[in-house]
């Protein structure tokens, strides 16, 4: 049979509105903060070939509609009514679980006997063991410092629990009643997904319901790849950087080349760095994978608003992802912060876009996204309560024609604020301010969006804060056309005696009653150059307090007499500049760095380092740079620019240490100009 359009329309509706009540099913039954505030979850109906094609439009996650289910149901072959699979495991799952705290649920739906669809569920685990609480550190080597491993299982059989598996979970995990909840609202939200398939069939027949899955994602398709006939025929590329590796100063690079052909795209990662011995490396399998490709969605649907939400937005895209990268690491690597490097992937694709079409795009949002996690003795049970503050993200980007919006970041903005009373009634903590952080968005005809500020006074012993993901304290959230790039990320501490100290990046920070902590978040990009903004729009910045006076003349050439612009004397300011345009504003640290380390020359390196064993190739990367630069700073000391200006003559080293490299790998002499 064949479905007409109008009944399709009707079914892409139908199957969309079914996907978000399981995810209100899950929202309002959930336990913990992560679920029932946060919305660190998703639902959807998948195929039989284990694809999404019904999914929410507007609540939970919303960049995994293009995960596969797939490895998961294969691993059994006998699934029956009322089963019910639970997985975590990176690996097995080839990227459907992508850290540990993220618990996958699936359950076959049956009619007369006959599977027709998956029901697919996910949340984020408030903890599931692993070296440190809520179980993810940067700090990390390996998965098996994460927490518990779960390859696929059958926490439901038939209906009933699976109460062995269940009792080692929950003996593995520091908070076993709230994830006891919180796997009950999965359940839950699994059967609401059941009866709307019922419903369906009853509605339209079994057959056309079956048929319509592919249809549905075929007409996404479609539809998305009239989208991407907007962006030029080409091949572009693009870097960008996450600060440091955490177990050395050195910082990843990620590179993206991207070929556009008729609205099909394809994403090579070569060139990017190889996994990390922390846990920063994102477990994709080396395929297409919503982390490597959701700036690219993101472009569809700012351009159609109107296409339906499925796997089939992803089919004009192919990706190459070479294994033992950052993007494609292989066992046992750790990926408990993968998020950090998936929100600089989409900077990297954000900037690659920017290159095809420039008038098309916006400038890079913060590029941080930090669940900010506090840890209290749990007086009731001798363990310990585990629980996210707020997640805090930066201000977007600006575009031609809007300023960023402040304190909200595009790239991955699914997370939502936890209300201020709800937190304090959960956690020993007293928030002091939670803000938009003044002066933090990059300047430009249009403006960065401001980054958020968080000030919180601890009120009991013996806690601690994690924040997972904490980055661009080195290199900023770069400008467009002029723009200027955003402020930094800071994060301090005052101790209850008085003493400031600046932390840097939050791996776990011990903190007393008394102690009061200030995070700070960086603001987006601006657009366009600075002088070009109309001076009022400057003043109305300072009025409000997102600006300096000072900054407004240092950054904008707007001269203010009170609460007034000075027209004549900003007049004569913005003349004796003349406003540039174009290209991008990476700052002075990415400038200094590129001057020794740039496209060809990392090309070479990662290509010779490839060639190593992994265990190998990190501690040799990190020498490298160590004898290159006399010894990388760590992030936020030393900044990197005053480094190479006193070590002197860094990219006649960077040459030589690639020609000794060469020699080593292939047995002959190479010249310097050979190696670089």
């Not at 991407?228 to 080349?257: A, M």
């Not at 997972?468 to 290199?475: A, D, I, V």
């Not at 301090?492 to 791996?507: E, F, N």
Request: net charge negative.
């Amino acid at each position: 049979m064949s479905i007409d359009p109008i009944t399709l329309e009707i079914l892409s509706n139908k199957v969309g509105a079914a996907a978000e009540e399981m995810s209100h099913t899950l929202q309002r039954t959930g336990r913990t903060l992560f679920v029932k505030e946060t919305a660190d979850f998703a639902t959807a109906l998948a195929d039989l070939t284990g694809k999404f094609f019904g999914y929410p439009r507007a609540i939970g996650v919303s960049n995994y509609m293009d995960l596969d289910c797939m490895p998961a149901i294969a691993a059994f072959d006998d699934l029956a009514p009322g089963d019910v699979i639970m997985t975590n495991h990176p690996f097995e799952t080839e990227g459907l679980a992508t850290h540990l705290p993220d618990l996958h649920m699936i359950q076959p739906y049956f009619h007369e006997g006959r599977i027709v669809a998956y029901g697919w569920c996910f949340i984020h685990c408030s903890d599931v063991g692993g070296r440190v609480p809520s179980s993810i550190s940067p700090s990390n080597t390996e998965i098996h410092q994460e927490g518990l491993l779960i390859p696929p299982v059958k926490v439901m059989v038939g209906g009933r629990e699976n109460r062995d598996f269940l009792r080692i979970f929950r003996a593995n995990s520091r908070t076993p009643g709230d994830n006891a909840g919180d796997i009950k609202a999965m359940i839950a939200s699994l059967a609401t997904g059941e009866a709307r398939v019922a419903d369906l069939i009853a509605q339209h027949g079994v057959e056309a319901f079956v048929e319509s899955q592919e249809a549905l994602q075929a007409y996404a398709g479609a539809k998305a790849r009239a989208v991407l006939r907007r962006i030029p025929d080409g091949t572009y590329e693009f870097s960008d950087y996450l600060d440091d590796d955490f177990t050395s100063p050195v910082p990843i690079r990620l590179k993206v080349r991207m070929t556009v052909s008729d609205g099909l795209v394809h994403l090579d990662y070569a060139g990017t760095d190889g996994q990390v011995a922390s846990a920063y490396n994102i477990p994709t399998g080396g395929k297409r994978h919503p982390w490597l490709t959701l700036r690219l969605i993101a472009f569809i649907l700012t351009y159609d608003k109107t296409v339906a939400i499925n796997a089939g937005l992803y089919r004009n895209f192919t990706v190459a992802a070479e294994a033992g990268t950052v993007v494609n690491p292989v066992y046992p690597a750790a990926v408990g912060a993968r998020h950090a490097t998936a929100t600089r992937v989409n900077d990297v694709l954000n900037g690659v876009l920017a290159k095809a079409a420039p008038h098309l795009m916006k400038a890079p949002s913060g590029g941080v996204t930090v669940p900010v996690v506090f840890t209290e003795p749990n007086r009731e049970t001798g363990g310990r309560k585990v629980l996210v503050l707020e997640p805090l993200v930066g201000g977007s980007g600006a575009r031609m024609g809007a300023d960023g919006v402040d304190g909200r970041d595009s790239g991955i903005a699914n997370l939502a604020n936890n209300p201020i009373e709800t937190v304090e009634s959960s956690a020993s903590v007293r928030v002091r301010s939670f803000a938009l952080r003044a002066g933090s968005g990059g300047a430009g005809q249009w403006r960065g969006g401001l980054g958020l500020s968080l000030e919180f006074e601890v009120l009991a012993d013996d806690c601690q804060v994690l924040g997972r993901g904490t980055e661009r304290f080195r290199f900023a959230p770069w400008g467009m056309e002029g723009g200027r790039e955003g402020a930094l990320f800071q994060v301090l501490v005052t101790r209850a005696d008085g003493t400031r100290i600046d932390v840097g990046k939050l791996d776990v920070l011990g903190v007393d009653k008394g102690d009061v902590v200030t995070i700070r978040t960086p603001g987006g990009g601006g657009y366009g150059h600075p002088f070009l903004r109309e001076a009022r729009a400057v003043c109305e910045d300072v009025r409000r307090g997102f600006l300096g006076a000072a900054d407004a003349l240092a950054l904008y050439g707007v001269v203010l007499d009170g609460d007034a612009v000075n027209e004549e004397a900003t007049k004569a300011r913005r003349a004796g500049a003349a406003p540039e345009s174009g290209g991008f504003a990476f700052g002075a640290e990415r400038d200094a760095w590129e001057t020794v380390f740039g496209d060809g020359i990392m090309d070479v390196l990662n290509a010779l380092l490839g060639r190593l064993p992994t265990s190998v190739r990190q501690k040799r990367r990190a020498a490298i740079f160590d004898r290159v630069l006399g010894g990388v700073p760590r992030t936020g000391t030393t900044p990197i620019a005053e480094r190479i200006a006193e070590t002197g003559d860094c990219a006649e080293r960077m040459k030589r240490e690639l020609a000794s490299l060469r020699t080593e790998l292939d047995g002959a002499p190479a010249s310097l100009d050979a190696a670089a």
